[in-house]
């Protein structure tokens, strides 16, 4: 078994779709193993996305991601991190494949509606920074 973190970003839960991204969760074969539902500061945005820090999109990413509440996640399933990210599809929701959580519902490249870590590396940094071990159930 293996552990991702997941993001609904803010964009998902202005419209209203957690619902519909959660179900494609489930449906994905993954446990919800932790969720919260929190605002991140600006802040904790830019402590998050760190590894974007010199890429020039990163002021307008921190201001998107903490402008309203995110559902932050814990997922489990065999081969986890990379079954999480084909489900999520690809980061451009015009490029994502049928089916994926980007494409039915994302809006832009920016507001792409779900984040998932992308290595065991990430992954360690990412669920740890949201939850800790009593959390995780
Ligand atoms: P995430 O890390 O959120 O799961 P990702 O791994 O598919 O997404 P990254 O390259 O890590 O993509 O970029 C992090 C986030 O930054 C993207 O999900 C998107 O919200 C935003 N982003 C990425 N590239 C651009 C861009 N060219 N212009 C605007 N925003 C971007
Ligand atoms: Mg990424």
Known sequence: MERTFA????????????GK???????????????KKILLSRAQ???FYYVHKERPFFGDLCT???????????LEKENAIADWRGL???TNPANAEAGTIRKEL???????????????E????????????????
């Open 64 to 74: 998107f991601m903490s402008r309203g509440p995110v559902i932050a996640l814990v």
């Open 45 to 47: 945005a830019e402590g």
């Open 88 to 90: 999520m599809g690809a």
């Open 106 to 120: 994302g809006v832009s490249i920016e507001e792409n509606t779900v984040h998932g870590s992308d290595s065991p």
């Open 21 to 35: 991204v959660l179900a494609m969760i489930e449906a994905g074969g993954f446990k919800i193993v932790g969720m």
């Open 122 to 137: 990430s992954a360690s940094y990412e669920i740890p920074y949201f939850f800790n071990q009593l959390e995780l159930v």
């Open 7 to 18: 993001i609904i970003k803010p964009d998902a839960v202005e419209r209203n779709v957690t």
